[in-house]
């Protein structure tokens, strides 16, 4: 159970430089301790997160994860992670039902997702969910369903992002029924060809946008443009 994975820790402290790694059925999963995963390629088309970090310290930077069309498939999963840092990283079709480019919950707090570039994430590009606190900055999001997802009590601040050719590029919404909705503060971002909408949020979220782009939609808001 704890030791899933081809590369799994459990209370240890690891550093990974320089993986390359593909056709496994669960590329790293860790548990508590802290995880360093640098200058590395995953690839793999089964059902898994290629990267599941869980109640520890995480740093991911400088990696490419290349995904296919399994569900249920995240590249990087933080759960219960605080002040965790995603970094620099390449993330690619990850096309399957269900899958996200990168999934952060389970109360995970202060985590930054900066400088990520995330193409064709069928559900979203970045998942916040599970009374969890971000900062996703300097990120392009290209062809997601969702790019950013806050949900069931979350926040995001959304700062100096690209958002390109994405159904929603920011949702807030109460996913599980109770739970509460998600907010976000968007800022000094560029939301381009934007096919539904460039936000969208329920009547249980909030979203503030200013100083902002859209190509598609006026935005509502101090200092934004059209």
């Given at each position: 159970?704890?030791?899933?994975?081809?590369?799994s820790a459990?209370?240890?402290?690891i550093i990974?430089?320089?993986?390359?790694m593909e056709?496994?059925?669960f590329?790293?999963?860790?548990?508590?301790?802290?995880t360093?995963?640098?200058?590395s390629t995953i690839?793999?088309?089964?059902?898994c997160?290629f990267?599941n970090?869980?109640?520890?310290?995480?740093?991911?930077?400088?990696?490419?994860?290349n995904?296919?069309?399994?569900p249920d498939?995240?590249?990087i999963?933080?759960?219960?992670s605080?002040g965790?840092v995603?970094?620099n990283?390449?993330?690619y079709?990850?096309?399957?039902?269900n899958?996200?480019?990168i999934?952060?919950?389970?109360e995970?707090?202060?985590?930054?997702?900066?400088?990520?570039?995330?193409?064709?994430?069928y559900?979203?590009g970045v998942?916040v969910?599970q009374?969890?606190?971000?900062?996703?900055e300097?990120?392009?999001?290209?062809?997601?369903?969702?790019?950013?997802?806050?949900?069931?009590?979350?926040?995001a601040y959304?700062?100096?992002?690209?958002?390109?050719?994405n159904?929603?590029?920011?949702?807030c919404?109460?996913?599980?029924?109770?739970?509460?909705?998600?907010?976000?503060?968007v800022v000094n971002s560029?939301?381009?060809?934007s096919?539904?909408n460039?936000?969208?949020?329920?009547s249980l979220?909030?979203?503030?946008?200013k100083?902002?782009?859209s190509?598609?939609?006026?935005l509502?808001?101090?200092g934004?443009?059209?």
């Amino acid at each position: 159970i704890n030791l899933k994975a081809a590369i799994s820790a459990f209370k240890s402290n690891i550093i990974v430089d320089y993986l390359d790694m593909e056709d496994v059925d669960f590329p790293i999963f860790t548990q508590f301790g802290s995880t360093i995963l640098r200058n590395s390629t995953i690839s793999t088309d089964v059902v898994c997160d290629f990267i599941n970090i869980k109640y520890g310290d995480g740093l991911v930077e400088n990696c490419v994860f290349n995904g296919k069309d399994a569900p249920d498939t995240d590249a990087i999963d933080f759960d219960l992670s605080i002040g965790g840092v995603i970094r620099n990283n390449r993330i690619y079709n990850f096309r399957g039902f269900n899958s996200d480019g990168i999934d952060i919950g389970e109360e995970s707090q202060n985590v930054l997702i900066t400088g990520n570039l995330l193409f064709n994430s069928y559900d979203k590009g970045v998942s916040v969910g599970q009374n969890s606190t971000v900062i996703i900055e300097k990120n392009l999001f290209i062809g997601c369903n969702q790019a950013i997802a806050v949900k069931d009590y979350s926040y995001a601040y959304i700062n100096q992002n690209t958002f390109y050719n994405n159904n929603t590029s920011v949702a807030c919404f109460e996913k599980n029924f109770g739970f509460g909705g998600g907010s976000a503060d968007v800022v000094n971002s560029i939301f381009s060809s934007s096919i539904v909408n460039s936000i969208a949020s329920d009547s249980l979220s909030s979203i503030s946008v200013k100083y902002s782009l859209s190509d598609t939609e006026e935005l509502a808001g101090t200092g934004n443009l059209f």
